[in-house]
Nanobody, 124 residues
Framework: QVQLVQSGGGSVQPGGSLRLSCTGSGFPLGPFAVGWFRQAPGKEREPVACISSNADSPSYVDSVKGRFTVSRDYAKNTVYLEMNNLKPEDTGVYYC?????????????????WGPGTQVTVSS
């Protein structure tokens, strides 16, 4: 059974930081790429970042490049999304979605195993 637990969301002021966590429960995340996606109110879900199984060359959407960092802790079976210098346009529900292969190229979320999501709100 695919079980994912997400945490770390919350409300912050512009310029603040949050770290989101995605932990696999009952299955390993290590062998697989893991993507992060977000959905703002009234908008379609969009890809944010992805990390491969070996954590080499993580990828980011242009709007978060230089501000967000995706990483993973194999011992904890957890993938993180560190978000710095947050902006109001970063507001939305963030989802992690492991891919059942080890690489990120071409991953748009289809066929992934989706987490429950966590709310991130950036406002003054």
């Amino acid at each position: 059974q695919v079980q994912l637990v997400q945490s770390g969301g919350g409300s912050v002021q512009p310029g603040g930081s949050l770290r989101l966590s995605c932990t696999g429960s009952g299955f390993p995340l290590g062998p697989f790429a893991v993507g992060w996606f977000r959905q703002a109110p009234g908008k379609e879900r969009e890809p944010v970042a992805c990390i491969s199984s070996n954590a080499d060359s993580p990828s980011y959407v242009d709007s978060v490049k230089g501000r967000f960092t995706v990483s993973r802790d194999y011992a904890k079976n957890t993938v993180y999304l560190e978000m710095n210098n947050l902006k109001p346009e970063d507001t939305g529900v963030y989802y992690c979605a492991p891919r059942r292969v080890d690489y990120c190229s071409g991953y748009d979320g289809h066929g992934g195993s989706w987490g429950p999501g966590t709310q991130v709100t950036v406002s003054s």
